[in-house]
């Protein structure tokens, strides 16, 4: 089992920026692909970005130019540096890992609001 933990969540005004960490624990060797997902009030959880072990990353477009996934694989962290916040990025943040299975986090909630 994997045990995922987001941090970095909070309130910021619309155009700030907001950093999100994910740590992974337990068994954590063989950990491929991780990434970010998230949901509004009301809609359906959506893909945000994701990074192979190798480093390789994707973007949904609502993203794209404004959030940056990164990972340090000596410490077992994905992070979501987010950009130019929009009050739509309102939502909760959920990170996942891959290993033999989908593991998730228990997600951070992101408000982007004035």
């Known amino acids: 089992q994997v045990q995922l933990v987001e941090s970095g969540g909070g309130l910021v005004q619309p155009g700030g920026s907001l950093r999100l960490s994910c740590k992974a624990s337990g068994s954590i060797f063989s950990i491929n692909d991780m990434g970010w997902y998230r949901q509004a009030p009301g809609k359906e959880r959506e893909l945000v970005a994701t990074?192979?072990?190798?480093?390789?990353?994707n973007y949904a477009d609502s993203g794209k130019g404004r959030f940056t996934i990164s990972r340090d694989n000596a410490w077992n962290t994905v992070y979501l540096q987010m950009n130019s916040l929009k009050p739509e990025d309102t939502a909760v943040y959920y990170c996942y890992a891959d290993q033999r299975g989908r593991f998730w986090g228990q997600g951070t909630q992101v408000t982007v609001s004035s």
């Open positions: 990074i192979t072990f190798g480093g390789r990353t």
